[in-house]
Structures are given as structure tokens and as C-alpha cells.
């Protein structure tokens, strides 16, 4: 049972937590541009939020904005290794924010976490992965009708939320953050292809370059992966089940093929999709002697992690992050991060540069919520276009790059479909 009204590693690992903050801040100006506007008019004011969300150094960024913004903010992980866990003590220490996160937590602490953030009766939740979501609905439904409303992060909890609304389940209206064109076209690209990697080289300390490196799922988050391990001059297979992206992934320029063929050659493989079992039990049956796995899809769920222990005789540890499997065979198989988000598990995820575009597309949409949620439907929306404009144009200015204007002939001839060659 969890007394306290937070729940967190280490307490003393405060200062160090409340330096990465900071630091993590100064490459987030859209977001500290947003805070000081938040902190002048406070859209937010008594509104109680529940948060599920990552625990990094951008994630307290972006609780510090809602709670100048007026917000009650109570945080919980997202993901039981991906915490980091000085930034939890920093968030109750310095930031006086709840929170309930510890890095290794097992799937019983991880759901006393939710149930502890939902304790708080959100107005409000943000999610990465619709798991606070999914628990609101299946075990505390008492506590609906007080949400007004709530976003989500990720390609998965997307997929899971709009399951929900088409089966009519969902009782309050979602923000697609993850899909605003300033998240995901960054944030999924290149935010996971670099972090992906940064993961990959920190657990194992491998070159990469010469080598042939696998990337399941040609998404947002695979594009970003392959274009990384590319330049890391490593050879870059990638494989799909949509024939578009396929093309688009040959056309590329990297070898498409099934993941069987793939598996047989690959050095490393990485998945990316938010599939099921995208590597299975047949697949580790054809990789090669000392093929390093890893997945940065949402769910630990796209290596069939059960299989690889049948397949074993024994594992061991051969460094932090790294599981090495010996198979009846004869091969070792090394699975990174226990299967999962290598990028937030084995580094630090993202860097602030991306999350600052996707949490200040998180800040304004659950602003918009706070004022118009009432007024909207129990479905999942997208984020209001002006907000998705509103990011880009402010990371622009922070980025010193400035732009063209349609002139107003420009505008007249756009719009107009009488004038030809
Ligand atoms: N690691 C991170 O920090 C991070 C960041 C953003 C998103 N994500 C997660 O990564 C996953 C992918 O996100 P995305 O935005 O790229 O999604 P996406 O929908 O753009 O792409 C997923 C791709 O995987 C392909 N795919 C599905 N099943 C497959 C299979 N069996 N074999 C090969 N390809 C298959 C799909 O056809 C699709 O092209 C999601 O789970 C998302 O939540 C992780």
C-alpha cells in the first residue's frame, strides 16, 4: 500500500533531477514561451490534472507550465522503465507536484501508480499510451462523470482510444496530440530515430557502421530509426505489412524484404510498429549468432519475449540493458531493455528540442479542453489546426528562421480555380 501522497525512488536525488530540468528547459523555448503566457493568465486555474506520462526532464517542463497555468497536477509513469528517477524526486521536492514513479516498478506498483493519480479525480488526463484512460473506464468509472476531457501522446494510446470511441466506450473527448503535424513529424521521426539509436549505442557500445541493421515498420518512428542507422553507415533492411510504406522505404533507398529473410542476416533488429509479436518464435529461430534485438514501439509486446525463454537454456547479463539469451542451438540472442522503448529505457528518450513542439501542443490542448471540453463530443479529436500553426511558427522564431507570406495576388490565384496557363 502507498501512504504517502507521492511515491518515488530516492528523495535525495532531488538536485540532480532539478539540474537535468533545467537544462532540459533551455532547449525548450516554445514551451518557455507558453509558460510565461500561462503564468500571466492562467487557463488553467483550479482545473485538477492527472498526468500519465513519461517521467523525464521535458515531462517536468511541461507539469511546471500546467501548474503555473493554475493546474493541480498529479503525475504517474507511463511505462515502468522509463522513469528517471531523480526527476520524480525533483518533481515532489522542488516542484511540489505528486508523483508515483520508480524506475523498475513491477506491473502491480505500475497499476497502484494509476490508481493513485486517479485518486486525485482528474477534470483532466493526459496520457502516453491510454493506460489511465483504459483504467478510468474498466475500474473507476465512478470518477467519469467529473472528466472533462483528456489527450494522448502516442500512435498506440491513439489506436486504443479510437477502438474505444467506435465502440461508443469513451465517455469524454480526447485530444490527439500525437497526431498535431508538429508531433509527429518530429517528435516520432526525429526524435525517436535519434534517441532509438542513442539507446542502442549506450546498452551496447557496438559500431554500427558495416553493420546490417533491421527496422521493423516504415512509420514515423521507423522512417527516423532507419535514417539514423543509415547514417551511421550501417546497411539498412527495412520490412512491412504496407505495401506504400514498403515502396516508400525502397524507393528510399533501403532493402525491403519479409522479416524471416531479414532475420537470418540482420546484426541488429529494432522494432516500431505497435504490433504484436513482429518478431516471433520463427523469427528467432533464423537470426544469426549474436543478433542484438530491441524494441521502440510503445508495448513490450513486439518481441515474443515468451518464446525467446522457451528457445533459452539460460541468460545472463552481460551489462546494463542487455540480456543475453544462450539457445539449446548453440546461438546467444541479446535483447535490449527487456523489450522495451529502448529510447527511454536504455537513454533518455527524446530530447527537449522535439518534446518541446509535442508538450507544447500537450500545454495548448488541454488549455482548449479546460475551456471548451463541455462543448464537445465523447470522440477522439484532432488538434485544433491554429494550435498545430501556432508551434510551428513559434519554434521558427526560436529556431531564427523566418519565412515567406502569400501576397495577396498570391492568395486571390490560390483560391481561385478560373485562372489556368
Ligand atoms: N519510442 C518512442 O519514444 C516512441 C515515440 C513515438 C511513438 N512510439 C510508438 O512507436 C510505435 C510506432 O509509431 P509510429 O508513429 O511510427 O506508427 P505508424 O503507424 O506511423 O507506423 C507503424 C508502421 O508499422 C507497420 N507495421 C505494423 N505491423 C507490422 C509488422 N508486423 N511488420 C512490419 N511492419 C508493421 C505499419 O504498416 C506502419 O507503417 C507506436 O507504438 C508508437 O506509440 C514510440
Known amino acids: 500500500m502507498i ?6 525512488k530516492n528523495i535525495s536525488l532531488a538536485d540532480q533531477g532539478r539540474d ?6 533551455t532547449e525548450m523555448p516554445v514551451l518557455r514561451q507558453i509558460h510565461d503566457r500561462f503564468v500571466k493568465e492562467r487557463p488553467l486555474a483550479n482545473a485538477r490534472i492527472s498526468g500519465c ?5 521535458e515531462t517536468a517542463n511541461l507539469a511546471r507550465t500546467l501548474k503555473v497555468g493554475g493546474a493541480e497536477m498529479v503525475l504517474c509513469a507511463s511505462n515502468p522503465l522509463s522513469t528517471q528517477d531523480d526527476v520524480a524526486a525533483a518533481l515532489v521536492h522542488h516542484y511540489q507536484i505528486p508523483t508515483f514513479a520508480i524506475r523498475g516498478e513491477d506491473n502491480d506498483r505500475y497499476y497502484q501508480h494509476i490508481a493513485k493519480a486517479l485518486d486525485h479525480r482528474p477534470q483532466l488526463t493526459m496520457d502516453d499510451g491510454a493506460d489511465l484512460v483504459s483504467e478510468l473506464h474498466k475500474n ?6 467529473g472528466v472533462i476531457g483528456g489527450t494522448e501522446e502516442t500512435t498506440t494510446g491513439v489506436i486504443r482510444l479510437r477502438a474505444m470511441a467506435a465502440d461508443n466506450a469513451l465517455q469524454f473527448p480526447v485530444i490527439a496530440v500525437n497526431d498535431a503535424m508538429t508531433k509527429h513529424l518530429f517528435d516520432n521521426r526525429y526524435g525517436t530515430g535519434q534517441s532509438t539509436l542513442d539507446g542502442i549505442i549506450r546498452a551496447t557500445n557496438i559500431l554500427l557502421a558495416g553493420k546490417t541493421f533491421t527496422v521493423a515498420g516504415y512509420g514515423w518512428c521507423g522512417r527516423g530509426i532507419a535514417m539514423r542507422a543509415h547514417g551511421h553507415a550501417a546497411h539498412v533492411i527495412v520490412t512491412e505489412v504496407n505495401p506504400v510504406r514498403a515502396l516508400e522505404a525502397a524507393m528510399d533507398g533501403f532493402r525491403v524484404m519479409p522479416m524471416l529473410e531479414a532475420a537470418a542476416c540482420s546484426d541488429f533488429i529494432i522494432t516500431a510498429t505497435g ?3 513482429v518478431l516471433d518464435q520463427a523469427h528467432i529461430e533464423a537470426m544469426k ?3 542484438i534485438i530491441a524494441n521502440s514501439g510503445h508495448f513490450n509486446v ?5 518464446a525467446l525463454e522457451k528457445l533459452a537454456l539460460k541468460k545472463h547479463r552481460p551489462r546494463p540493458n542487455v540480456e543475453s539469451y544462450e539457445l539449446k542451438d548453440g546461438r546467444t540472442i541479446r535483447l535490449l531493455a527487456e523489450g522495451r522503448l529502448v529510447n527511454l529505457a536504455a537513454a533518455e528518450g527524446h530530447p527537449a528540442t522535439v518534446m518541446d513542439m509535442s508538450f ?9 479542453l479546460w475551456q471548451q471540453g463541455s462543448h464537445l463530443e465523447h470522440l477522439v479529436y484532432p488538434v485544433p489546426i491554429d494550435i498545430d500553426q501556432q508551434v510551428a511558427k513559434m519554434k521558427l522564431t526560436a529556431m531564427n528562421v523566418n519565412i515567406d507570406t502569400l501576397t495577396p495576388q498570391q492568395q486571390a490565384y490560390l483560391s481561385s480555380w478560373k485562372e489556368g496557363t
Open 302 to 306: 513486439e518481441i515474443n519475449i515468451p
Open 53 to 57: 506520462l513519461h517521467i523525464t526532464t
Open 3 to 8: 501512504n504517502q501522497n507521492y511515491d518515488i
Open 275 to 277: 504490433d504484436k509479436n
Open 289 to 291: 549468432d549474436g543478433c
Open 20 to 25: 537535468r530540468i533545467e537544462w532540459a528547459l
Open 140 to 145: 473507476r468509472s465512478d470518477l467519469l462523470d
Open 360 to 368: 507544447a501542443n500537450q500545454a495548448l490542448s488541454i488549455a482548449y
